[in-house]
DNA sequence: TTGCGTGCAAAGGTTTTGCATGGCA
DNA sequence: TGCCATGCAAAACCTTTGCACGCAA
Protein backbone atom coordinates (compact mmCIF):
# COMPACT_ATOMS: atom_id res chain seq x y z
CA UNK A 1 0.00 0.00 0.00
CA UNK A 2 1.50 3.06 -1.15
CA UNK A 3 4.72 3.55 -3.60
CA UNK A 4 7.96 4.92 -2.50
CA UNK A 5 8.63 8.24 -4.57
CA UNK A 6 10.99 11.16 -4.87
CA UNK A 7 7.94 13.31 -3.36
CA UNK A 8 7.43 11.23 -0.67
CA UNK A 9 11.28 10.93 0.24
CA UNK A 10 12.23 14.94 0.17
CA UNK A 11 8.54 15.61 2.18
CA UNK A 12 9.19 13.43 5.03
CA UNK A 13 12.74 14.42 4.83
CA UNK A 14 12.12 18.01 4.97
CA UNK A 15 9.91 17.37 8.15
CA UNK A 16 12.43 15.13 9.86
CA UNK A 17 15.34 17.92 9.31
CA UNK A 18 12.69 20.35 10.79
CA UNK A 19 11.30 18.35 13.39
CA UNK A 20 12.08 21.21 15.86
CA UNK A 21 9.71 23.69 13.75
CA UNK A 22 6.53 23.33 12.44
CA UNK A 23 5.49 24.17 8.78
CA UNK A 24 2.67 24.87 6.70
CA UNK A 25 2.45 23.41 3.33
CA UNK A 26 2.57 26.42 1.96
CA UNK A 27 5.81 26.50 3.80
CA UNK A 28 6.84 22.80 2.57
CA UNK A 29 6.64 23.62 -0.84
CA UNK A 30 8.64 26.99 -0.71
CA UNK A 31 11.31 25.33 0.97
CA UNK A 32 11.61 22.42 -1.28
CA UNK A 33 11.45 24.49 -4.16
CA UNK A 34 14.49 26.53 -2.60
CA UNK A 35 16.50 23.32 -2.25
CA UNK A 36 16.01 22.98 -5.98
CA UNK A 37 13.09 20.48 -5.48
CA UNK A 38 9.62 21.15 -7.16
CA UNK A 39 6.81 19.47 -5.51
CA UNK A 40 2.88 20.52 -6.16
CA UNK A 41 1.17 21.60 -3.20
CA UNK A 42 -1.57 19.18 -4.07
CA UNK A 43 0.72 16.47 -3.43
CA UNK A 44 2.73 18.00 0.03
CA UNK A 45 -1.30 17.73 1.18
CA UNK A 46 -1.90 14.30 -0.17
CA UNK A 47 1.86 12.94 1.51
CA UNK A 48 0.97 14.97 5.18
CA UNK A 49 -2.17 13.73 5.18
CA UNK A 50 -0.57 9.94 4.36
CA UNK A 51 2.44 10.85 7.14
CA UNK A 52 -0.21 11.65 9.92
CA UNK A 53 -2.16 8.40 9.25
CA UNK A 54 0.86 6.66 9.83
CA UNK A 55 1.16 8.81 13.04
CA UNK A 56 4.62 10.20 11.45
CA UNK A 57 3.26 13.65 11.74
CA UNK A 58 0.87 15.74 13.52
CA UNK A 59 -1.21 18.38 12.63
CA UNK A 60 -2.62 21.50 14.35
CA UNK A 61 -4.99 23.17 12.95
CA UNK A 62 -4.20 26.48 12.64
CA UNK A 63 -5.99 29.61 14.69
CA UNK A 64 -9.15 30.81 12.79
CA UNK A 65 -8.31 30.98 8.57
CA UNK A 66 -4.74 30.54 9.12
CA UNK A 67 -3.00 27.13 7.24
CA UNK A 68 -3.10 24.06 9.56
CA UNK A 69 1.06 23.59 10.71
CA UNK A 70 2.47 20.26 10.49
CA UNK A 71 5.56 18.43 12.64
CA UNK A 72 7.30 15.50 12.52
CA UNK A 73 7.13 12.70 15.70
CA UNK A 74 8.85 10.25 14.41
CA UNK A 75 6.29 7.48 14.90
CA UNK A 76 5.29 4.83 17.74
CA UNK A 77 7.71 6.41 20.49
CA UNK A 78 5.78 9.54 20.80
CA UNK A 79 2.77 7.70 21.59
CA UNK A 80 4.22 7.13 25.10
CA UNK A 81 5.39 11.05 26.19
CA UNK A 82 4.07 14.27 26.20
CA UNK A 83 4.08 17.38 23.84
CA UNK A 84 4.35 20.68 25.14
CA UNK A 85 3.79 23.32 22.63
CA UNK A 86 5.39 26.43 22.69
CA UNK A 87 2.93 29.68 21.84
CA UNK A 88 5.61 31.41 21.25
CA UNK A 89 8.58 29.61 19.06
CA UNK A 90 6.11 26.77 17.79
CA UNK A 91 8.80 24.50 18.88
CA UNK A 92 7.49 21.20 20.05
CA UNK A 93 9.14 19.54 23.02
CA UNK A 94 9.08 15.63 23.42
CA UNK A 95 8.65 14.83 27.59
CA UNK A 96 9.32 11.58 29.14
CA UNK A 97 8.44 12.15 32.42
CA UNK A 98 6.86 9.85 35.09
CA UNK A 99 5.31 12.88 37.00
CA UNK A 100 3.41 12.72 34.01
CA UNK A 101 2.25 9.26 33.64
CA UNK A 102 0.78 9.52 37.04
CA UNK A 103 -1.27 11.96 35.79
CA UNK A 104 -3.14 10.20 33.43
CA UNK A 105 -3.99 7.80 36.39
CA UNK A 106 -4.92 10.64 38.39
CA UNK A 107 -7.55 11.72 35.85
CA UNK A 108 -8.89 8.33 35.02
CA UNK A 109 -9.13 7.26 38.60
CA UNK A 110 -10.33 11.02 40.16
CA UNK A 111 -12.55 11.97 37.11
CA UNK A 112 -13.21 8.73 35.02
CA UNK A 113 -11.60 10.11 32.11
CA UNK A 114 -9.39 7.59 29.70
CA UNK A 115 -6.62 10.57 28.83
CA UNK A 116 -5.41 10.22 24.90
CA UNK A 117 -1.87 11.23 25.51
CA UNK A 118 -1.42 10.81 21.11
CA UNK A 119 -4.06 14.07 20.94
CA UNK A 120 -3.47 16.06 23.57
CA UNK A 121 -0.89 18.84 23.75
CA UNK A 122 -0.16 21.03 26.67
CA UNK A 123 0.25 24.56 25.63
CA UNK A 124 2.89 27.17 26.90
CA UNK A 125 6.18 28.96 26.55
CA UNK A 126 9.34 27.28 26.40
CA UNK A 127 12.38 28.77 28.41
CA UNK A 128 14.11 30.60 25.49
CA UNK A 129 11.05 32.60 24.39
CA UNK A 130 10.01 33.51 28.26
CA UNK A 131 13.97 34.98 28.57
CA UNK A 132 13.23 36.84 24.98
CA UNK A 133 10.44 38.19 26.24
CA UNK A 134 12.02 40.06 29.29
CA UNK A 135 14.21 41.45 27.16
CA UNK B 1 -18.24 49.31 23.81
CA UNK B 2 -20.71 47.45 21.95
CA UNK B 3 -24.43 47.36 22.00
CA UNK B 4 -26.72 44.77 23.35
CA UNK B 5 -28.71 43.28 20.46
CA UNK B 6 -31.50 41.08 20.22
CA UNK B 7 -29.25 38.71 18.07
CA UNK B 8 -26.81 38.80 20.77
CA UNK B 9 -28.11 37.65 23.46
CA UNK B 10 -30.00 35.06 21.21
CA UNK B 11 -26.04 33.66 20.48
CA UNK B 12 -24.77 34.02 24.03
CA UNK B 13 -28.18 32.02 25.09
CA UNK B 14 -28.08 29.59 22.79
CA UNK B 15 -24.55 28.77 23.89
CA UNK B 16 -25.28 29.02 27.40
CA UNK B 17 -27.81 26.30 27.32
CA UNK B 18 -26.01 23.85 25.45
CA UNK B 19 -22.61 24.72 27.68
CA UNK B 20 -22.15 20.73 27.65
CA UNK B 21 -21.82 20.65 23.75
CA UNK B 22 -19.94 21.97 21.10
CA UNK B 23 -21.31 23.94 18.28
CA UNK B 24 -20.52 25.20 15.09
CA UNK B 25 -21.57 28.60 13.51
CA UNK B 26 -23.84 26.60 11.01
CA UNK B 27 -25.45 24.65 13.84
CA UNK B 28 -26.25 27.71 15.79
CA UNK B 29 -27.47 29.28 12.62
CA UNK B 30 -30.08 26.28 12.44
CA UNK B 31 -30.80 26.08 16.05
CA UNK B 32 -31.57 29.47 16.17
CA UNK B 33 -33.89 29.68 13.22
CA UNK B 34 -35.65 26.00 14.80
CA UNK B 35 -36.46 28.48 17.73
CA UNK B 36 -37.93 30.71 15.09
CA UNK B 37 -35.14 33.17 15.81
CA UNK B 38 -33.03 34.22 12.29
CA UNK B 39 -29.66 35.28 12.35
CA UNK B 40 -27.05 35.69 9.88
CA UNK B 41 -24.30 33.93 9.83
CA UNK B 42 -22.11 36.69 9.48
CA UNK B 43 -23.15 38.00 12.53
CA UNK B 44 -22.59 34.49 14.15
CA UNK B 45 -19.41 34.80 13.53
CA UNK B 46 -18.54 38.45 14.47
CA UNK B 47 -20.53 37.45 18.11
CA UNK B 48 -18.37 34.23 18.42
CA UNK B 49 -15.45 36.52 17.72
CA UNK B 50 -16.57 39.07 20.19
CA UNK B 51 -17.22 36.19 22.97
CA UNK B 52 -14.25 34.57 22.53
CA UNK B 53 -12.35 37.74 22.68
CA UNK B 54 -14.37 38.40 26.46
CA UNK B 55 -13.11 34.79 27.34
CA UNK B 56 -16.74 33.83 27.35
CA UNK B 57 -16.67 31.29 24.61
CA UNK B 58 -13.66 28.75 23.31
CA UNK B 59 -13.11 28.03 20.07
CA UNK B 60 -12.05 24.54 19.29
CA UNK B 61 -10.09 24.16 15.42
CA UNK B 62 -11.78 21.31 13.44
CA UNK B 63 -9.77 18.38 11.92
CA UNK B 64 -9.01 19.65 8.60
CA UNK B 65 -11.66 21.93 6.76
CA UNK B 66 -14.35 21.07 9.29
CA UNK B 67 -15.91 24.11 10.86
CA UNK B 68 -14.49 25.02 14.32
CA UNK B 69 -16.91 24.28 17.28
CA UNK B 70 -17.57 26.98 20.13
CA UNK B 71 -18.38 26.38 23.75
CA UNK B 72 -19.29 28.15 26.25
CA UNK B 73 -17.09 28.46 29.02
CA UNK B 74 -18.67 31.43 31.08
CA UNK B 75 -15.45 33.93 31.84
CA UNK B 76 -13.12 34.46 34.32
CA UNK B 77 -13.67 30.89 36.85
CA UNK B 78 -12.66 28.98 33.44
CA UNK B 79 -9.11 30.30 33.73
CA UNK B 80 -8.33 28.77 37.14
CA UNK B 81 -9.24 25.21 36.19
CA UNK B 82 -8.48 22.39 33.64
CA UNK B 83 -10.49 21.48 30.66
CA UNK B 84 -10.85 17.91 29.75
CA UNK B 85 -12.33 17.28 26.28
CA UNK B 86 -14.10 14.06 24.96
CA UNK B 87 -13.58 12.91 21.66
CA UNK B 88 -16.41 10.80 21.74
CA UNK B 89 -19.08 13.44 22.64
CA UNK B 90 -17.60 16.38 22.65
CA UNK B 91 -18.31 16.92 26.26
CA UNK B 92 -16.21 19.60 28.07
CA UNK B 93 -15.34 18.97 31.64
CA UNK B 94 -14.15 21.40 33.98
CA UNK B 95 -12.00 20.55 36.45
CA UNK B 96 -11.03 21.98 39.82
CA UNK B 97 -8.28 19.73 41.04
CA UNK B 98 -5.47 20.44 43.23
CA UNK B 99 -3.41 17.58 41.89
CA UNK B 100 -3.54 19.17 38.49
CA UNK B 101 -2.47 22.43 39.52
CA UNK B 102 0.62 20.94 40.79
CA UNK B 103 1.13 19.56 37.56
CA UNK B 104 1.69 23.15 36.01
CA UNK B 105 4.32 23.36 38.77
CA UNK B 106 5.78 20.29 37.92
CA UNK B 107 6.33 21.28 34.16
CA UNK B 108 7.76 24.71 35.21
CA UNK B 109 10.23 23.28 37.75
CA UNK B 110 11.73 20.61 35.86
CA UNK B 111 10.80 21.30 32.17
CA UNK B 112 11.28 24.95 32.51
CA UNK B 113 7.84 25.31 30.49
CA UNK B 114 5.24 28.09 31.87
CA UNK B 115 2.07 26.23 31.46
CA UNK B 116 -1.01 28.29 30.26
CA UNK B 117 -4.08 26.65 31.25
CA UNK B 118 -6.35 28.69 29.45
CA UNK B 119 -4.83 27.23 25.87
CA UNK B 120 -4.65 23.69 27.58
CA UNK B 121 -6.92 21.44 26.91
CA UNK B 122 -6.75 17.49 27.86
CA UNK B 123 -8.17 15.21 25.28
CA UNK B 124 -9.14 11.85 26.23
CA UNK B 125 -12.80 9.46 26.58
CA UNK B 126 -15.25 10.34 29.49
CA UNK B 127 -17.28 7.84 31.43
CA UNK B 128 -20.41 7.77 29.11
CA UNK B 129 -18.93 7.71 25.96
CA UNK B 130 -16.78 4.10 27.30
CA UNK B 131 -18.94 2.74 28.97
CA UNK B 132 -20.59 3.17 25.47
CA UNK B 133 -18.72 1.94 23.44
CA UNK B 134 -18.67 -1.75 25.61
CA UNK B 135 -22.18 -2.43 24.39
C1' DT C 1 -28.59 61.93 15.91
C1' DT C 2 -24.49 59.18 16.08
C1' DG C 3 -22.29 55.13 15.68
C1' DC C 4 -22.33 50.42 16.04
C1' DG C 5 -24.88 46.08 14.53
C1' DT C 6 -26.96 43.37 10.82
C1' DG C 7 -27.12 40.62 6.83
C1' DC C 8 -26.68 39.98 2.00
C1' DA C 9 -23.52 39.20 -1.60
C1' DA C 10 -18.97 38.85 -2.85
C1' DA C 11 -14.21 38.08 -1.85
C1' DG C 12 -10.33 35.62 0.39
C1' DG C 13 -7.82 31.68 1.74
C1' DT C 14 -7.12 26.88 2.63
C1' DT C 15 -7.87 22.28 1.38
C1' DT C 16 -9.94 18.81 -1.71
C1' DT C 17 -11.27 16.68 -6.09
C1' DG C 18 -11.32 15.51 -11.25
C1' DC C 19 -8.60 14.10 -14.71
C1' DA C 20 -4.90 13.28 -17.89
C1' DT C 21 -0.18 12.12 -17.54
C1' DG C 22 3.94 10.08 -15.41
C1' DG C 23 6.44 6.79 -12.55
C1' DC C 24 7.06 2.67 -9.37
C1' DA C 25 7.06 -2.17 -9.01
C1' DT D 1 1.72 -4.08 -17.69
C1' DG D 2 -1.11 -2.54 -13.79
C1' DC D 3 -1.77 0.53 -10.44
C1' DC D 4 -0.70 4.27 -7.79
C1' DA D 5 1.30 9.07 -7.64
C1' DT D 6 1.60 13.64 -9.56
C1' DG D 7 0.14 18.22 -10.55
C1' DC D 8 -2.65 21.47 -12.88
C1' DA D 9 -7.04 23.63 -12.86
C1' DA D 10 -11.31 23.89 -10.85
C1' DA D 11 -14.33 23.05 -7.11
C1' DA D 12 -15.69 22.97 -2.37
C1' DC D 13 -15.57 25.04 2.08
C1' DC D 14 -15.19 27.93 5.89
C1' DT D 15 -14.60 32.54 7.21
C1' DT D 16 -14.05 37.46 6.41
C1' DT D 17 -15.09 41.89 4.23
C1' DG D 18 -17.75 45.70 1.72
C1' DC D 19 -21.70 48.12 1.88
C1' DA D 20 -26.36 49.82 2.51
C1' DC D 21 -29.71 49.75 5.90
C1' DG D 22 -31.49 49.21 10.74
C1' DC D 23 -31.36 49.72 15.55
C1' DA D 24 -29.37 50.91 20.32
C1' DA D 25 -28.16 54.63 23.22
Known sequence: MGYNTKQGE???GLLKATAGEHLTADEI???LAEGG???GKTTVYRWL???VGQGKARRFAGEKSESACYQYT???ECRNHYHLKCLGCGRLLHVNCEYLDRVAEHI???HGF???EEKTVLYGVCVECRTKKED
Open 49 to 51: DRL
Open 29 to 31: VRR
Open 114 to 116: VLN
Open 74 to 76: GGA
Open 10 to 12: QIE
Open 37 to 39: NTV
Open 108 to 110: LEH
